[in-house]
């Protein structure tokens, strides 16, 4: 389905919101992809325009408020009025809580979780203009790790459990207005970066994990969203879980 939408993924640089920004601009939308990398950014633009889509590069991390507020600018400057936002960007360190350096938890609240709120902040208004005449979601992905208790993962799945939360929050506040709110929990995902920064046996491990489950591969994800945002204005998906067959 053809969709006129004005969207912005964050964390789009790779994985799962590149994969989402690909595939709302294959469905017509215009698409503001926002990440660190510029470079990384450049290139999903670019295999955005190759395939005839419109993408705008926005530079910027999710931590620093004054970032997203020029992000916001910008967006609100070259493509108007959001009506689209998903709140994807993310990291993920496995530091124990007893031993692990404090500043590993400070880093991971702050992306994940101060992140989504300094976005939201910042698009909400756009998002309420949009709400009052067209479709309009707002789509933050958490993680199946908020729901489980694994050691080395408190700060993680603390901080996805609080995005999830705040995202049921956000959903009793805003639909009133006509904002569809949707917390997506994926489980293990394949064509990520997410476990770049672990120690290389982790990693091993992960990897290890990927394929033999298999894990779900990002396309699979960004098919998830575009459902989410092509149903009829009346209708919300309010929470999604999406995992491998054989993941428990
Ligand atoms: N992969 C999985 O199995 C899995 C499972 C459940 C949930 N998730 C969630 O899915 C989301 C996407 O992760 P992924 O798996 O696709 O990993 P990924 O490939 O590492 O993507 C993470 C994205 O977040 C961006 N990012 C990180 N810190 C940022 C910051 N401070 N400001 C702006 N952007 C920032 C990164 O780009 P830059 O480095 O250029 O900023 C990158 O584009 C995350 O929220 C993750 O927790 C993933």
Redesign the pocket.
Known sequence: MSTSRIALV?????????AIATRLAADGAAVAL????RD?LEKVAGQIAEAGGTALVVP????SEESVVEAAALVQDRLGDLDLLVN?????QLVPFADGPADAWRRTVD??LN?VVNVTHAFLPALRRSASTRTTDLIN?????GQRINAAMSAYGAS?AAVSHLTRTLRAELSAEGIRVTDVQ????DG???A?DLPAEVQTMVDGLRTDLP?VP?REVAELIAYVVTRPRWVNLPSLVIQPTKEA
Do not use: C, Q, W
């Not at 910027?60 to 931590?63: I, W």
């Open positions: 964050t964390g789009a640089a790779s994985g799962i919101g590149a926002l990440a660190r990398r990384r910027a991390d999710v931590t994807n960007a993310g990291v993920m992306v994940n992140g992905v958490s993680s199946l790790a996805k994926p489980g293990l995902i990520t970066e997410l770049a894990a990002v």
